[in-house]
C-alpha cells in the first residue's frame, strides 16, 4: 500500500494565481481531511470530509475549497493565493465512525510558497 | 489561551537520560488524547494513545490527569533516534454544536545529545 500520497512536494506561487494540491489514499478510509501547519503552531483544520460526496469546514476554511467525488481523492484548492497562504499542507486519513476518533494517516506535506 | 499547550522546548537530553514532558488542555469535555511524534520536515505519526489508565509501550508511558487537564509522556533509556518533535492532540469539541475534531499542540521539540 501507498498509504497517502501527495503531490506536489512543494510549489512557488504568485499573489493571485490558484492550483489544486492532490491527495490519495489506498487504505479505503471514509475519513479524510486537509491540514496546514504554520512555525510555532499546532496543526489546523482546513476541510475534512467523512464520504465520498461530503465535506465540510474546519477551522480554518477561508481561501480554500474541497470536493470529494470518490473515497480515495480528496484535492484541495486554493482559490486565490495570498502571502498568509505560505505553509505546510498536510492531508491525512483514517477510519471513520461517529463519536470515535481512529489513528490519523498523514501523506508527506506540500510546502507552499506565495510570493 | 491555546485549547492545546505545549512547552515547545528544546529539551536537550543526554543518551540514555529520561525524559517527561507535559501538554495542558483547556476543554474538560476532550474525550481523548494521542502523542504524534513528527521528524523534521516529515508528516506527524501516531506515538500512542493515552487512555484514563495510562498506558506504556517499551520505554514510553504515557499518562492523563484529567483533575488538571494535561496530559504527559515520558521517555526512559533515550535514544538518538528519539530526537523529533512531539505532538499532543486531544480530541474535543469544536465549538460548533455538538461537533468534535482533533485539536493539535504546537509540538515540543526534543533533542538526544550522544
Known amino acids: 500500500n501507498a498509504g497517502v500520497t501527495q503531490t506536489p512536494k512543494f510549489q512557488v506561487l504568485k499573489t493571485g494565481q490558484s492550483m489544486t494540491l492532490q491527495c490519495a489514499q489506498d487504505m479505503n478510509h471514509e475519513y479524510m481531511s486537509w491540514y496546514r501547519q504554520d512555525p510555532g503552531m499546532g496543526l489546523r483544520l482546513i476541510h475534512y470530509?467523512?464520504?465520498?460526496?461530503?465535506?465540510d469546514q474546519g477551522e480554518v476554511p477561508n481561501g480554500y475549497n474541497v470536493s470529494r467525488s470518490t473515497t480515495e481523492d480528496f484535492p484541495l484548492r486554493l482559490l486565490s493565493a495570498a502571502p498568509s497562504q505560505t505553509s505546510v499542507y498536510f492531508c491525512?486519513?483514517?477510519?471513520?465512525?461517529?463519536?470515535?476518533?481512529?489513528?490519523?494517516?498523514f501523506g508527506p506535506g506540500t510546502r507552499l510558497t506565495v510570493t | 489561551r491555546k485549547e492545546v499547550e505545549q512547552d515547545p522546548g528544546p529539551f536537550n537530553v543526554p543518551e540514555g537520560a529520561t525524559v517527561a514532558f507535559n501538554c495542558t488542555y483547556s476543554n474538560s469535555a476532550s474525550q481523548s488524547f494521542f502523542w504524534y511524534r513528527q521528524d523534521c520536515r516529515k508528516e506527524p505519526k501516531l506515538l500512542m494513545s493515552?487512555?484514563?489508565?495510562?498506558n506504556e509501550d517499551g520505554r514510553f508511558t504515557a499518562q492523563l490527569n484529567r483533575a488538571s487537564q494535561y496530559i504527559s509522556l515520558l521517555i526512559r533509556d533515550s535514544k538518538l533516534s528519539d530526537s523529533a518533535t512531539y505532538l499532543c492532540v486531544a480530541y474535543a469539541p469544536n465549538g460548533f454544536g455538538s461537533n468534535y475534531q482533533l485539536i493539535w499542540g504546537a509540538g515540543t521539540k526534543l533533542i538526544i545529545k550522544p
Open positions: 493515552v487512555y484514563s489508565s495510562g
Open positions: 491525512a486519513s483514517s477510519y471513520s465512525t461517529p463519536g470515535t476518533v481512529y489513528e490519523q494517516y
Open positions: 470530509s467523512v464520504g465520498a460526496g461530503i465535506t
